[in-house]
């Protein structure tokens, strides 16, 4: 069964900061990598989805890189603001989507 | 935003009651699946379908089944309800394998 892990749980920036979110997964053989954004009480938003064949996806101020063969997955946040602040999941596609617990992210004006 | 909707949006039921929770989508893709959410296990798959009247289970399927009669509407059933499946319930779609996959807002039901 494939394992999801990302640490840290929780992140605590100053605004402005680049930050990067990490995401391992035990088996490599995976159709692709997607992460989520979420905030209290809603539901999951979809940021980047990365095919296994790809390397990385950027979307503004986000980039997401992905390894697949040390099992790893990063998500790059440039110029940090308030509204970034949420729940960061990532999910590996297989035969079906493996979950992480997530990071929570706050962001300090 | 996909066009998702989950209902009830909140229940509180009694042990030993049968509920069902009902995902409705507006989209016609082809896969829906039923997640439950859990502090210090994230999100869980339940169940999931493929296409009408195709379904299969997920890794924490057992007190839960489901029905999809319609490609829009996947409907969750717990038989009987037990407090262990107190949760935030989120279903999901997607065209086809590979392709981003799109949730609903969640049920939040409590069972006492």
């Known amino acids: 069964k494939q394992e999801v892990t990302q640490i840290p749980a929780a992140l605590s920036v100053p605004e402005g900061e680049n930050l990067v979110l990490n995401c391992s997964f035990t088996?490599?053989?995976?159709?692709?990598l997607q992460w989520f954004r979420q905030d209290p009480g809603k539901g999951l938003t979809s940021l980047l989805l990365i095919q296994s064949s790809q390397r990385e996806q950027t979307s503004g101020r986000l980039n997401a890189s992905l390894d697949k063969s040390s099992g790893r997955s990063t998500l790059y946040i440039a110029a940090s603001q308030p509204g970034d602040s949420a729940t960061y999941l990532c999910a590996v596609g297989g035969n079906q989507f493996y979950f992480g617990t997530g990071t929570s992210l706050t962001v300090i004006p | 935003d996909a066009g998702i909707t989950q209902s009830p949006r909140h229940k509180v039921t009694e042990t030993g009651t049968p509920v069902t929770l009902r995902c409705h989508q507006t989209?016609?893709?082809?896969?829906m699946y039923w997640y439950r959410q859990d502090p210090g296990h994230g999100l869980r798959l339940i169940h999931y379908s493929y296409g009408v009247k195709d379904t299969d289970k997920g890794e924490v399927s057992d007190g839960y089944s489901v029905s999809r009669s319609k490609t829009e509407d996947f409907l969750l059933t717990l038989e009987s309800a037990t407090s262990s499946q107190t949760s935030v319930y989120f279903c999901a779609i997607t065209p086809r394998e590979g392709e981003p996959l799109h949730f609903g807002n969640g049920t939040r039901l409590t069972v006492t």
């Open positions: 088996d490599s053989a995976i159709y692709n």
């Open positions: 989209e016609n893709h082809r896969y």
